[in-house]
Every structure is written in C-alpha cells, then in structure tokens.
C-alpha cells in the first residue's frame, strides 16, 4: 500500500486573501476610513507575509533557503518599523524623526538583497547596482545561463 501525500495549493490561498486584504486596503483608504485601520490592514498584511515566507522556507526546506530567510528577516524588520510608525505617528500623534520606526525599516535592507546569483545559486563576486534580481552577467561573470530560476545549475566555462 503506498500513501501519495497529496501537495494543497496554499499558496494560492495566500495570493487570494492577499489580494482581498490589498483590494480593502485600497477602498478603505479610497472611503476616507480612519487611518488607523487602514494602517492596521497594512501592517498586518505585512506580517502576515513575513510569517508566511519563514514558515513555508522552514517548512519545506528549499535550497538556498539562507536567503529566503533574510528575505523573511527583513520583511519582518519592515513590519515592526511600520507597527512602531502606527502607533507612534496615528495613534500618538507623534511623529519624531529619526525613531526607531526608521531604524527598523533600515534594517529592512541588508537582509532583502539577494544572497546569490538568482540563475546558478553562486555567491556574487560584485555588487550589482541594477533591480532586485539582475541578470546572471550582473551578478555572476562568466555564468552562461539565461534568466533562469534559482534551482538551475550554473554553466560556468571550466578553469584551464
């Protein structure tokens, strides 16, 4: 007897209710609704997806997944910094400059870079000062494959 564990599309889910959270967001703020609520919405939604991102690479393991776990760092890092700028700026009316709502959304950034080479998983050997995920030349000289994703071998030229 074999058991097949069927795979439940949850991410589809999570783009569902993503999307409804982001659609009320958007007529509640278009409503004139108080910003609190509107700020709430958002800032949840932002956890929410940070939980999700860590959850899902703990749960299942992918390779690379140093990389989904900063990615899922830094998104929390941008939830907290929006929960102290709600609750500080709305709710207190206390809108001091810097706080440490800033400090959290800097932080927000060294762990949303990606770690490697998005086409062969290899450590970038520069910086590459083009979108989130550049080009494989951009990010990894001599990697022959195209725009690819993460899980594709690299087809670097071998060393003589």
């Known amino acids: 007897m074999s058991t097949v564990r069927e795979q439940r599309p949850y991410w589809a889910l999570f783009v569902a209710l993503g999307t409804a959270a982001a659609g009320a967001f958007v007529a509640l703020r278009a409503s004139g ?3 609190w609520l509107t700020g709430a919405l958002y800032t949840g939604l932002s956890v929410v997806t940070a939980v999700v991102v860590l959850v899902a690479t703990w749960r299942y393991r992918p390779k690379g997944r140093a990389g989904w776990y900063l990615l899922g760092a830094g998104q929390l ?5 929006d929960s102290i700028h709600l609750v500080r700026n709305t709710l207190q009316g206390n809108s001091a400059f810097p706080s440490a709502a800033d400090a959290m959304h800097l ?10 080479c998005p086409s062969c998983a290899a450590a970038p ?4 000062t083009r979108a989130f995920w550049p080009s494989p030349p951009a990010c990894c000289p001599g990697c022959t494959s195209s725009r690819s994703p993460p899980r594709k071998a ?7």
Do not use: F
């Not at 050997?125 to 590459?128: A, D, I, P, V």
């Open 154 to 160: 690299c087809r670097r030229p071998r060393a003589r």
């Open 107 to 116: 932080a927000q950034y060294p762990s949303s870079s990606p770690p490697s």
């Open 33 to 35: 609704a108080a910003p």
């Open 77 to 81: 890092a941008y939830s907290v910094g």
């Open 125 to 128: 050997r520069r910086l590459s």
